[in-house]
Structure formats: C-alpha cells, structure tokens
C-alpha cells in the first residue's frame, strides 16, 4: 500500500481528502477528525460501513453525501456485517476477474459509535472478528448514545450522568464500569487491537496504518469527545482529550495477536482524574461531598489499569 | 473456474436439495448463512459444493439470521450474486434487514423454507413465516413441491437481476412437506441453466471506485415517501418482467409457470384458493369430487405472493359462486391474509361469489383430501342456498369444540 506520509500535520491534513467538510456533525465533534484522519492515511481503495450514530446521520442525509468513497449503511448493529459481505464478495470476484480494477487494493472498514459497538452490535462485531475478514473496525468511543440524546451505554463510565443513569439527590450517575472493549476484542485473537485518541494523531495514524496493513480482523477503540453530552466548549475538544489521554482514563496501548501489549503514549506528566472529570458538566455532581468518593474510586481503577498495562508490556504476555 | 457436477436426466430431489442445486447452478458468488430446520440443507450443500469445487464462491458462515441478511445486502452492494436461505425463527430475525435490502434495492435471493412462528415452539411447516414478510418489498414466489423449488430457485435470480426490477426475491417452499419429501426432479443442464440465469451485470458496485457510491442514505419526510412509492412501483412494475421470465423458462424447460395458477376452474362453480402443498391435495379434491359427486370444483393458487396479483386472481375467480380462502398462518385477531386480498380483489367485479376463510395446517397440523372435499361441499352448499351458510371465518382440522367467527349479512 500506499501508506500516506504523516511527516508533516496541515500536509497530512489535506490529503486524499475522501471525507467531505460537508457534514451536520456538531462543531467539536471529534468523530470527523477521526474519520478524516482513517481516510487520509492510505491512498488504498476504501469501502467504508458504518452503524446507526451520529457519523451516519450527519454524513448521508439524501440527496447529500460527505463519502468521496464506497460506503454503506444497514442498520443499528451490523456495519461489520456488511464489511464482511462486502470483503466476501471482493474475494469471489477477485478471483474471478469480474472486477472494474482487479489489481487496485482494497481495504474494508467500519465504523460504529460506543452504543453500536459495546452494546447493540456487540454480537455482530464478535462474529465478523471470529471469522477473520480482512478488515477494520474502528469505534468512535464517546461513551453514550449521543445520537438519540445522551443515553448510558456499556461504555458510560461510572459517575457519569446521563438521561437514562441520572445523577440526582439519590444517584451519583451511573452505577456500572466501563466494559474492557479492548481486552474483550483481544481475547478474540484479532491480530491488531488498540485505542487511540486523535490528539495524539501521529500514533493514531500509525496504529490506523498499521490496522489497514495487517491481514485478518482489526479492532479500534478511539476516545471521541463529545462536546454535546459531555458537556464542555466545543472549542475544547482537543484539550478535553489532551485530559483524557494525560490522566490515563484513556491509556492509548495496542495488542498484537491477542497478547504483545505496547503501549504507546507515556504521559510525562501524569494528571489526577479530577482534572479530567472537572473540565466536564457530566461530571460535575461527583465534586459533592456525598459523591467524591466516586472520583476516588475512578482514580484507584485508573492507577490499577495503568499498573496493569505497564506489567503486561513488561511481561511480554 | 467450477467443477463439473454430474445430473441425470431425471434425479430424486427433496426441496431443499433441488434448491441448493439452482444455487449450484447459478453460481451464487456468496451465501452468507445461519443454519435453521428445515432450511439447513440448503447453505449446508452450497456449502458443500465449495469446499469440493462445485461453486467458486465464497461461503459466509454468520452468528445468526440478522447478520447473516446483513452479510448479503453487503456482499450484493458488493456487485454479484448473492443468495441465502432460512425459515421461521430465522426468517423473524432477519426483517429488520428484508426491509433494507429492499430498500436499498438489492437483487438477493432468499430461499424460505416455511414453518411456523413460535411460540409456542414448532418447526413444522405452516405459512406464518411467509406472511410476516409480505410488506417487506421483496418479490415472493411459491412452489407447489420440488420440481417448482429447483425451477422457480432459478426464475428468482433472473427476475431480481433484472435492471428493470432489481428487488430482492424471495422463494417459498414448504417445510417438510416439500423440504424433506424426495420427489422427481428434472433438472436442466449446468449450461443451460447458467445460460438461462445468466451473468452478474452489477448496478451501483461498491467495488467500482471510480464512481463511488453511497449505500443506506437517511431521508425523512421530504424524500422518504417518494422513495417508498418508487420501490412500490418497482414491485408492480416486476409484473410483467416475471410473466417474461417464466416465458422464457418454458422455452429451455417445457415448464410453464403463471402468476396465479388455475387448476379445473374453466367451469368451476366452487373454488379454493390456497398455497403451497395444500395446493396439490386441493387439486387431486377437486378431481375426485367431480368424479364422485358430479362438484364442478377448481383451485386458483397465487404463484406470486409478492406483487400480489390483483387483477389475475379477478380474472381467475370472475365466474365461480363460491370461493374459500385457505389461510396456513394464525391471523392474529383478523381474517385471514389470502381471504382479505382475493376478497378485495373479487369486490371491484359484478360478480358478488361467497367468500369464507378457512384457517388451517398450523404448526404442520397435516391437510387431507377428505378435508379438502369437506371445504369444496361445504362452498356447495353455500351456492345451492344463495348464501353463507356457516360462519365466515372457520378453523379447519381443529380438535375440541369447533371454532368460528362472523355470519354474513347478505340473505
């Protein structure tokens, strides 16, 4: 492949541009930069499917398009589905020589918000990953059904509230942990996992890259921050993810073949998750008396997982 | 390039076998697929035939019926031929995704197998599958026994492929009865039945980056009903694409298939209509009784489900006095689909025949011929004294009490 250059950002930015500015994503919205960085750092042929959520909704509204590329959309749950179908069918006819360009790689990706991905089309993502198709799954992770009005989904971290997990006199948010997507997808033995986040978009467009390159089913968790739902400027999207990634909340590490954990980005400065939870609205109960211990409890899983991350790579397992 | 398959002139097919062979021979490119009785042999031979080189295709084996129709709408935006097949359970799994490969305009093949919808829990055959699907905008064909499975398996993707249709087909086949009953089966020969199906012409192909293409748009309420009317019109359209079809058929096969099936009606005064197997018990019913008792009865039998064909079953029904609508589905606090439809039909004549509902057969509950003969006298009797005389709405081969609804009001 044709792995585009990521030497140099505003070069990086602009090119190949298949993902159209076109688009009725929020201002801040981090899934576009995600998307866009996917798209701009191959030059490969791309077909792209996605879920229900937000990117779908705000990309292909007809008589509009923003995909400068093949793209497909069924349902709610089964975006990895029709990657599969498609990657399938790609196979038959390659071999057939029934293709316009028979030569012309193509890679086959998906994507899907948290609500797709950890709940609703869990199963589908599951079996597309155990059958081993050549692609990419990539989860724009901005932990709640941001698209139906900021509901919890199994990616809601604890203490977050949201219409359906209110945070009130009697609640302090949500009561549940995040599921491990990552280790869940690794324990599948798909041969690239990771989770990237777009303020370190070097590493994410390596790990994309990467991703794109390996043969067999890849997975990608990725920290999208949601202005709308978690509650912050959306001129502070960056920022807010430049907090994630420096407490650790969102550790960014990748798993090859199910076990050779790297990670990838070593704060140099490691912040306190209450820096994180305090720069968001959806957080802002848990600075009550009655509720820090939550953060403190948010803090103990983060250290532990960073413990936990750090002997794993260690370990070699 | 595929194996060659040795066929006899004359083979012993059940359904389900004789279908797999149509895939066989049409060379489907993918089958994504989840097993379920009595479907199952079906993807287990396309399956089969790959893995011994009978098909250069590529066997998608899924983690259920949902993701196994949501496979195929992605394989066929993919540009080639896909088909799968399913029943019951699995075929209520997969509607959400029967209404987006329609939607999205997508020639898919799906073999339906029919059994009943639980609960409670039943894997026998009945019609409650079929039903279910007939507002999802897929063309629905149905065969009488296996020969039809193997014919009309073929007819679909020619059908759906065509560029002035390109709809989804699906094709209905009996559980059990016709599924797993071996039956002679003439099949064509693989050249003629490729040559008669024909190559994959691909519209809109996701893999034709040259002009990329955008699948599964949003529109809300200022396009969505323009779109639904344009799928609807492609489904009326498909009429006459389907009449051509079947022309075609019985030049390569002798073979002739219509849209609604006519069986004894020319100067029929009492009439069945039904689907299915029950089709053939009516028919042998009808020819005993106007042996027997001097009954002057016919069978009208809509081949095509999906467009329903209006106008074919008024022409078909104009001249009978009496007509029963034989319903293999649980209507669900209402009359009977076929008796709603060929009701509706019938009315926009002069003719004014006496139409009552008989629901049947459910869960595999078997249909006999003296049953059959028991509904034609019945239809009788409502002609010799000018009106219904039972209940409009009756379960036929109900044990306990028996079960009716609703007294006509005409005298």
């Known amino acids: ?317 | 390039m595929a194996e060659k398959y040795d066929l006899q002139e004359r083979e012993v097919w059940d359904g389900n076998f004789a279908a797999s062979q149509a895939l066989r021979q049409a060379q489907v490119d993918v089958v994504a697929a989840y097993p379920i009785t009595p479907s199952t042999p079906i993807v287990e031979n396309y399956g089969s035939y790959v893995a011994n080189g009978y098909i250069d295709g590529e066997f998608v084996m899924v983690e259920s019926e949902h993701a196994a129709m949501s496979g195929c709408v992605g394989a066929s935006a993919a540009g080639g031929r896909v088909a799968t097949a399913t029943s019951s359970q699995g075929f209520a799994l997969m509607t959400e995704v029967l209404y987006q490969a329609s939607g999205m305009r997508l020639p898919i093949v799906l073999a339906v197998v029919n059994r009943s919808l639980a609960s409670p829990l039943n894997v026998r055959g009945d019609h409650s599958d079929m039903y279910l699907g007939r507002d999802s905008g897929w063309i629905q064909l149905d065969c009488f026994n296996a020969q039809e499975a193997y014919d009309l398996t073929l007819c679909t993707f020619k059908i759906g492929e065509n560029h002035d249709v390109r709809l989804p087909v699906m094709v209905h086949q009996d559980g059990f009865i016709t599924s797993h009953t071996a039956q002679n089966v003439y099949p064509l020969r693989d050249e003629v039945a490729y040559g008669f199906v024909g190559e994959f012409k691909p519209v809109d192909d996701m893999l034709d980056f040259s002009r990329p293409v955008t699948y599964g748009a949003q529109t809300e309420e200022d396009w969505h009903f323009e779109h639904k009317a344009r799928q609807h019109k492609a489904l009326m359209d498909s009429r006459s694409i389907i009449d051509d079809v079947f022309v075609q058929f019985k030049e390569i096969s002798g073979r002739e298939y219509k849209r609604v099936e006519s069986y004894m009606m020319e100067d029929a005064e009492v009439a069945i209509v039904a689907l299915g197997t029950t089709v053939e018990t009516c028919i042998i019913a009808a020819r005993e009784l106007r042996k027997e008792e001097g009954v002057k009865a016919g069978v009208v039998a809509p081949r095509c489900f999906r467009p329903f064909p209006f106008d074919k079953i008024r022409d078909a029904l104009g001249n009978v006095k009496a007509i029963a609508c034989l319903d293999r589905s649980s209507p669900g606090g209402a009359m009977g689909a076929l008796f709603n439809e060929v009701s509706a039909a019938i009315y926009t004549t002069d003719a004014r025949p006496l139409v009552t509902n008989f629901i049947y057969g459910l869960g595999g509950r078997d249909f006999s011929i003296a049953e059959a003969k028991r509904i034609f006298k019945e239809q009788k009797a409502h002609v010799d004294a000018g009106k219904i005389t039972t209940d409009i709405q009756q379960f036929s081969g109900l044990r306990g009490p028996h079960l009716g609804f609703f007294q006509t009001k005409r005298s």
């Open chain 1, 1 to 317: 492949m044709a792995a585009t250059s990521i030497k140099n950002l505003k070069e990086f930015s602009t090119s190949n541009d298949r993902f159209e500015g076109a688009h009725t994503l929020c201002p801040g919205c981090a899934h576009s930069m995600i998307v866009r960085e996917l798209m701009n750092c191959t030059d490969d042929n791309l077909v792209i499917a996605a879920n229900t959520g937000c990117l779908e909704v705000s990309t292909a509204v007809y008589p509009f398009t923003s995909w400068d590329t093949s793209w497909i959309h069924i349902g709610f749950e089964n975006a990895a589905t029709a990657a599969s179908g498609a990657e399938a069918m790609y196979k038959a006819r390659k071999r057939k020589g029934s293709l316009k360009d028979n030569d012309a790689p193509v890679k086959f990706v998906a994507f899907g918000g948290d609500g797709s991905t950890y709940d609703i089309g869990f199963q589908w993502l599951s079996g597309a990953v155990e059958r081993g198709h050549d692609f990419t799954y990539i989860c724009l992770d901005n932990e709640n059904y941001a698209n139906t009005g900021g509901q919890r989904s199994s990616a809601t971290p604890i203490g977050a509230t949201t219409t359906t997990a209110q945070a009130g006199s009697h609640s302090y948010g949500k009561k549940e942990k995040k599921k491990d997507m990552i280790a869940i997808m690794a324990a599948h033995g798909a041969p690239y996992v990771a989770q990237l986040a777009p303020n370190k978009w070097k590493s994410m467009a390596k790990g994309f890259q990467k991703a794109l390159e390996t043969e067999g089913p890849c997975f990608i968790n990725t920290v999208s921050a949601c202005c709308t739902e978690w509650r912050f400027d959306p001129k502070d999207t960056i920022n807010i993810t430049d907090l994630a990634t420096d407490s650790l909340i969102f550790p960014i590490y990748e798993i090859i073949d199910g076990h050779e954990l790297n990670i990838l980005y070593r704060p140099k400065n490691v912040i306190k998750v209450e820096d994180y939870l305090a720069a968001q609205g959806r957080y802002k109960h848990l600075f009550k008396p009655e509720n820090k211990h939550i953060i403190e409890l948010i803090q103990k899983d983060v250290d532990n997982k960073w413990n936990m991350l750090q002997r794993r790579e260690e370990a070699r397992i």
